[in-house]
């Protein structure tokens, strides 16, 4: 994990530096504690599963959330043995498990095709995108697991920071979800090429967007760029209203799958 920052102005973000490696625990209190104010945060993960299309998250289990926050609870509330907020329990879990692709060839016979898509990764697809299903467990670029354990840390924010678009964020800080390609694109790079591993590739971005660049050289890992980057890209799209009013996000949406900030 990496996390970065930015102020106001043009002014290339920085890491924030813990002292040691990131731990989920660490995010979630930095977030509680040490966040400054009014601040746009990006969490790469889907805060959220495929609702829409079955009228459920898990048509069939008597105990399927009826939106976003309640499905938090539930992952938290089962997984409150798992140890550094993981959510092996869930996944576990005989009625859960009947909906993800899980390592080992383990499929649920709820689990169709590439996997349930919610309205936000349809539009992200549209948009020339590549994305995987947050009910996938499997493989490189699954972001399945880390939706999981986020939505045990934004459960444990509740009250503390608002999340996008659940909540009611006009003013302080506000989460929202990203999709770091996102960013990568709007900083010059192309579908295949989003992962940046040196100082010189993410300062050609980080100009491309119109922030001040790092003055990195050598190699730098894709998590720590993709953080950069993207902190840069918020503050330069933060203000657009139709971002924050995608025309494809209903009530409905809005209520229990959320939505990718920044696709329009």
Sequence with gaps: MAVALCRSGDAAPELVQPGHIWSRQDVLDWLA???????????????????????????????????????????????????????????????????????????????????????????????????????????AAQVGKSSLTGMRVLHRLAGRVPVWPFEECESGSVIVEIYTSLAALAGGRSVGRTKMKTGTELDAALRHIGSVPTGLSGAIDDHKSDAILTAAWLRSVADRPELWHPSGMTPEIARTEGWTFGIA
Excluded: M
Aim: glycine share 12%; hydrophobic share 40%; proline share 7%.
């Design 33 to 139: 504690g040490d966040l400054p104010e009014d601040t746009l945060v990006g969490l790469d993960l889907g805060i959220s599963l495929p609702f829409v299309d079955e009228g459920a998250f898990f048509p069939g289990w008597s105990e399927s959330p009826r939106d976003a926050p309640a499905l938090w609870a539930l992952v938290d509330r089962l997984c409150a043995d798992d140890p550094y907020l993981a959510a092996s329990s869930f996944v576990d879990h005989v009625e859960a498990a009947r909906h993800f692709r899980r390592h080992g060839g383990r499929k649920g016979d709820l689990f169709t095709g590439r996997g349930r898509l919610r309205a936000t990764e349809h539009a992200q697809a549209r948009a020339g995108l590549r994305p995987y299903s947050n009910l996938n467990l499997v493989g």
